[in-house]
């Protein structure tokens, strides 16, 4: 059964650094593809992350480039979404997600950490 399981939201101030954690099981971690989404209340989900853990390949969200650093420890099967220089407007739910090939079309959700960013 394939499992992902996010962690490390809370709320920190503006200009403050949260890391977040995807922590997977259930498939052949190097296989895959695991992007970071999030979801602020009235707005669309957006993608921010994805890497590609067969060679490392990482994509970002343009507001979030520089910001945010994604990798991945395949020796623990998880994922890390290190955010820094936090913004009031990168406050939401943080999802990760599972894909075989690509960062567009994902088939496996976590169940989501709330980050919140104070002004």
């Known amino acids: 059964e394939v499992q992902l399981v996010e962690s490390g939201g809370g709320l920190v101030q503006a200009g403050g650094s949260l890391r977040l954690s995807c922590e997977t099981s259930?498939?052949?971690?190097?296989?895959?593809?695991i992007g970071w989404f999030r979801e602020a209340p009235g707005k669309e989900r957006e993608g921010v992350s994805c890497i590609f853990l067969s060679d490392g390949s990482t994509y970002y969200l343009r507001s979030v480039e520089g910001r945010f650093t994604i990798s991945s420890d395949n020796a623990k099967n998880t994922v890390y979404l290190q955010m820094n220089s936090l913004k009031s407007e990168d406050t939401a739910i943080y999802y990760c997600?599972?894909?075989?090939?690509?960062?567009?079309?994902?088939?496996?959700w976590g169940q989501g950490t709330q980050v919140t960013v104070s002004s």
């Open positions: 997600a599972q894909s075989r090939n690509d960062c567009k079309t994902y088939d496996y």
């Open positions: 259930g498939f052949t971690f190097d296989d895959y593809v």
